[in-house]
């Protein structure tokens, strides 16, 4: 059973996604070597081209925020990515669009980790 359900925030499976449609986070933490501007400025660009996908509705790409440092905030991260979808299918077939594919082969090398977050 879903802890909140009843008030709205996690629809059973298979539920209308609307009003909100779904969103999908990603955080990316880049390898050492690739922290340099000419490394990062590519990155942005392929963060920035994902958007080009016709079935992303919309959404940001992001550095962490300087904000006030707490036990519960995390900023070991370098890039956030934040995609609304419509439903859950033009999320999975984004999974599989090329240009998506095109933004992982050419970037894959270049992080330690990423960490996939999605809302429905």
Same mark, same amino acid.
């Given at each position: 059973?879903?802890?909140?359900?009843?008030?709205?925030?996690?629809?059973?499976?298979?539920?209308?996604?609307?009003?909100?449609?779904?969103?999908?986070?990603?955080?990316?933490? =880049?390898?050492?070597?690739?922290?340099?501007?000419?490394?990062?400025?590519?990155?942005?660009? !392929?963060?920035?081209?994902?958007?080009?996908?016709?079935?992303?509705?919309?959404?940001?790409?992001?550095?962490?925020?300087?904000?006030? =440092?707490?036990?519960?905030?995390?900023?070991?991260?370098?890039?956030?990515?934040?995609?609304?979808?419509?439903?859950?299918?033009?999320?999975?077939?984004?999974?599989?669009?090329? !240009?998506?594919?095109?933004?992982?082969?050419?970037?894959?090398?270049?992080?330690?980790?990423? =960490?996939?977050?999605?809302?429905?």
């Amino acid at each position: 059973m879903c802890f909140m359900e009843g008030i709205g925030a996690c629809p059973a499976v298979g539920a209308s996604l609307a009003p909100y449609g779904m969103e999908h986070h990603v955080y990316f933490w =880049l390898k050492e070597d690739h922290q340099n501007p000419a490394d990062r400025a590519a990155f942005e660009q !392929g963060l920035q081209g994902l958007f080009d996908c016709p079935l992303v509705e919309g959404g940001r790409w992001a550095v962490p925020a300087n904000v006030a =440092l707490r036990p519960v905030v995390d900023q070991s991260w370098d890039y956030a990515l934040s995609m609304r979808f419509a439903t859950l299918a033009d999320h999975d077939a984004y999974q599989i669009d090329p !240009g998506h594919l095109a933004f992982i082969n050419t970037f894959k090398d270049r992080w330690a980790k990423v =960490l996939v977050m999605d809302l429905a």
